[in-house]
């Protein structure tokens, strides 16, 4: 806001002052308006509770492809290949000392036994191995084996329709990017499933298929004249009003069908960098056995000692903020959601949990999340705990700096 309490947006873009007086609607406005940060304070290691007070919306950019494959630059119309990696949207900012760019909605439909397992990757700054990749069910929060909607965590993701209708508004910085997409077969995907401990109902499909995407992003233009974007820029972290340094970048890591023993861990996500924090975290859980990996506690533990730095929860469903095993079934919300539990065939689980409201961050020293296939009371390590063997696959968003 400006010395005459007008708002800027933009170049071009101003909003009308106006006082604010003991009237609600006064008060709300202006809730509105400031988004609830008034001020900014420093949350230390580079994170700042503040608005996206040193930049401004610049021009929107994106792409949308109606069932058929274009590739970018083309006008071709062609079916979609399956299991294939094809470029889907490029971009580059026009000049890197006065903007930056964020990659900020996906939305992808498609009708197909397997159409859970198909992968997004966004490759940044020009790096030949993406840095942002994911499937786009267990990516958007859920297995898909429960095929139900609508769903969602909020703006953040969600489900609409079925089988697909998903959608996101990451927030995926970057100076040039590149995003593609991977269809797979249902073949392919039944191959995947096979991991699983549960029936699979999947049959042979034909190499091509129909699809629809659709990706958008805006352009961040800088507001300071003395001072470069990379010093000045900063993005704010999805769900919430922290914002992120400019040289944050997101990244995933994921896991695939990995088999555990009672008592076993996984790693969630591992980080070296000096600064990050955790974005949202999702994990899915096959099992012949009954539901006692649930006694899972998550910790943060050191990347080069593996000693347990702080507990994360007392259990696994009270990290997706469940209770009792979940003992009144699905929900989702902004924060935490339960997306899959199922004990007719074995047991299936799948569920997310979103840090902007409640941030996981680090500074020196690196940060790694793990997850115990169950816990004795306690969460003590030295106990083996009674739970079954499990296949686990999980995908974790966070950025570092």
């Known amino acids: ?29 202006m809730w509105v308006l400031c988004g609830c940060c008034w001020g900014g304070w420093s949350g230390g290691d580079g994170v700042t509770w503040t608005a996206e007070a040193a930049s401004t919306l610049g021009p929107t950019f994106g792409t949308a492809m109606k069932s058929c494959y274009t590739p970018p630059g083309s006008t071709g119309c062609d079916p979609w290949p399956m299991e294939q990696e094809l470029d889907v949207f490029t971009h580059a900012c026009v000049n890197n000392t006065v903007a930056v760019c964020v990659m900020r909605h996906f ?15 966004y490759y940044v700054d020009g790096e030949t191995t993406a840095s942002v990749n994911f499937p786009i069910g267990l990516g958007h929060g859920s297995s898909m084996v429960d095929d139900d909607a609508p769903w969602s965590a909020g703006g953040t993701f969600g489900k609409t329709g079925q089988p697909s209708g998903i959608f996101n508004t990451y927030t995926i910085p970057f100076s040039t990017i590149r995003v ?54 900063q993005f704010t972290l999805p769900g919430s009003g922290i914002a992120l340094p400019a040289a944050a970048r997101m990244r995933t890591h994921e896991n695939v069908a990995v088999a555990l023993n009672p008592g076993d861990y996984l790693d969630i996500m591992v980080s070296s960098a000096a600064g990050g924090t955790v974005f949202m975290v999702v994990l899915e859980v ?36 469940g209770t ?32 902007g409201d409640d941030p996981l961050a680090w500074g020196q020293g690196g940060f790694r999340e793990s997850w115990r296939n169950g816990d004795p009371h306690g969460c003590v390590e030295s106990v083996t705990p009674n739970s079954p063997h499990v296949t686990v696959s999980s995908v974790a968003f966070y950025y570092e700096w």
């Open 1 to 29: 806001a400006n010395s005459s309490g007008q708002l800027a947006l933009g170049p071009g873009w101003t909003m009308a002052s106006f006082a604010v007086r003991s009237n609600t609607w006064a008060l709300a406005a």
């Open 107 to 121: 939305w992808s439909g498609g009708s197909w036994p397997g159409y859970q397992h198909t992968r997004l990757k």
């Open 180 to 233: 593609t997409v991977t269809l797979l077969s249902t073949a392919a995907s039944t191959a995947l499933d096979s991991t699983r401990t549960t029936d699979s109902t999947n049959v042979s499909t034909a190499g091509t298929t129909s699809f629809w995407i659709i990706l958008r992003g805006h352009t961040l233009l800088s507001t300071d004249t003395n001072q470069d974007v990379p010093a000045n820029f």
């Open 286 to 321: 096959d099992t012949a056995g009954g539901m006692t990996f649930l006694e899972g506690c998550f910790r943060v533990t050191d990347p080069v000692t593996n000693s347990t730095r702080m507990l994360l929860s007392s259990g696994t469903e009270d990290y997706f903020l």
């Open 324 to 355: 009792y095993y979940f003992n009144r079934g699905k929900y989702s919300n902004p924060l935490a959601g339960l997306t899959n539990l199922n004990g007719s065939k074995g047991t299936t689980f799948s569920a997310y949990r979103l840090h």
